[in-house]
Nanobody, 122 residues
């Protein structure tokens, strides 16, 4: 099983980025994005169930970020709009095999990607 995140970069405040996470090896019931800023704990950003019908977002990104997945390509996405300097962090994709548990808790996830850096300048 491998998760490969990409799409990070440097963007000005108010700009947009789209992160991708290509999964291989199997499909997953739940996939999510987390982020970690320097000196801070890893925090939940968004999650999505296999069908895409149910999504969840951290309050800090609600209305600005959109999580989606393409199961045919086994790929997870995070569209990030209206970016703010406080969104600067390393973003990680994560995957969980089975439903159940707290999807906002990083310990609930079974697999992790390597992370992609997002930097938002003011």
């Amino acid at each position: 099983v491998q998760l490969q995140a990409s799409g990070g970069g440097l963007v000005q405040a108010g700009g947009s980025l789209r992160l991708s996470c290509a999964a291989s090896g199997r499909t997953f019931s739940i996939m999510g994005w987390f982020r970690q800023a320097p000196g801070k704990e890893r925090e939940f950003v968004a999650s999505v169930v296999w069908s895409g019908a149910d999504t969840d977002y951290a309050d800090s990104v609600k209305g600005r970020f959109t999580i989606s997945r393409d199961n045919a390509k086994n790929t997870l996405y995070l569209q990030m709009n209206s970016l703010k300097p406080e969104d600067t962090a390393v973003y990680y994709c994560a995957a969980k095999q089975y439903y159940g548990g707290n999807y906002q808790n990083p310990r609930s996830y079974d697999y992790w990607g390597q992370g992609t850096q997002v930097t938002v300048s003011s």
